[in-house]
């Protein structure tokens, strides 16, 4: 089947660029095979739709281009059962709660989709990452061992 390229979908070109809107979503999405989508923001009371608004956009783009594997990043804290709820509750609840409802916008995508609910993310050297279906121990994660993490999963089939 060849190489697969992939786009992460966290551009500044010149400053942030609005993820929300769809001519900055398409072209990223026509010019790659696999999505890789690690689009984000800070943590905010103010009512936060990046997530959801451009999952929808990414999925709309993917399907138009045919494009079939899609990787998202959201947080451990979207599922309360992690014992993450406490920061959740304090911090960031707009933006867990946004995740929470991209997390269904990519599961009924129809796509080869995977979510990515790392843990606390730190700047330290990375170890090695580990890949669990449901939970893996432990509350932190290097930003190395995330980045490293995603483009080897880029390649998983569904089957």
């Not at 993917?62 to 959740?88: D, F, I, K």
């Not at 796509?111 to 330290?124: A, F, I, K, S």
């Amino acid at each position: 089947m060849g190489e697969v390229t992939f786009a992460p979908l966290w551009l500044r070109p010149q400053g942030p660029v609005d993820a929300t809107q769809a001519d900055v979503i398409e072209p990223v999405v026509a010019g790659t095979d696999a999505v890789i989508c690690t689009i984000g923001t800070s943590f905010t009371r103010k009512p936060v739709d990046v997530y959801s608004a451009s999952s929808r956009l990414v999925v709309a783009a993917m399907r138009r281009h045919g494009r079939q594997r899609l990787l998202v990043v959201t947080s451990s804290g979207v599922n309360p059962a992690h014992g993450r709820a406490g920061s959740r509750r304090y911090f960031g609840r707009t933006v867990y709660d946004d995740m929470e409802q991209m997390e269904p916008v990519v599961s009924a995508s129809g796509l080869d989709w995977t979510v990515v609910r790392p843990p606390g993310l730190t700047d330290e050297p990375g170890t090695g990452y580990a890949v669990a279906e449901n939970d893996i121990d432990g509350g932190l994660c290097t930003r190395e061992d995330l980045a490293a993490m995603l483009p080897a999963g880029r390649r998983r089939t569904t089957g």
